[in-house]
């Protein structure tokens, strides 16, 4: 378990309040995001992304090549390499979001690992569908 934060963020204009902690193994992540629409904005809208094929989530994927000045400008990466996780190199990720009604309240799990060549689009698959098997989650 990496150590947990708390922050405050601006996300195309809006003020958010951010708990994210994370799991680590060798090649792979899985985070945790819980999010607050600090404005209260309905800012936190997904529907208009695919259905993940975790019940009730949208889902946002993709690969690419991440240099250390990719790190250092990217919150989530530098939380992660400051924690000892390094994510420079070819990074696939999903990332399955829900959130309340109104938009306003949101959990994001961002799964993450590292690949030989983001170019195999079909290996990426197959090896982010694998990780996404090993994955359970549960809810009250």
């Known amino acids: 378990m990496l150590a947990p934060t708390s922050r ?3 996300f195309e204009g809006h003020p958010y ?6 799991l680590a193994g060798k090649n792979a992540v899985v985070m945790l995001h819980a999010e607050r629409v600090a404005d ?7 529907d208009n992304l695919p259905s993940s094929p975790w019940a009730g989530f949208r889902l946002r994927s993709q690969c690419a090549r991440i240099a250390a000045t990719d790190v250092a400008e990217e ?6 390499a ?3 996780w390094n994510p420079v190199g070819d990074l696939a990720l999903e990332q399955h979001l829900k959130s309340t009604s109104d938009h306003n309240r949101e959990v ?4 993450a690992m590292k690949v030989k060549s983001c170019s195999d689009k079909r ?6 569908a694998k990780f996404r098997s090993q994955i359970r989650l549960k809810s009250d």
């Open 123 to 128: 290996a990426v698959d197959a090896a982010l």
């Open 82 to 84: 400051d924690r000892g």
């Open 17 to 22: 309040e951010v708990s994210l902690a994370a």
């Open 40 to 46: 209260d904005s309905g800012a936190s809208n997904y």
């Open 75 to 80: 919150h989530d990466l530098k939380w992660l």
């Open 8 to 10: 405050h963020a601006i």
């Open 108 to 111: 994001v799990v961002t799964l």
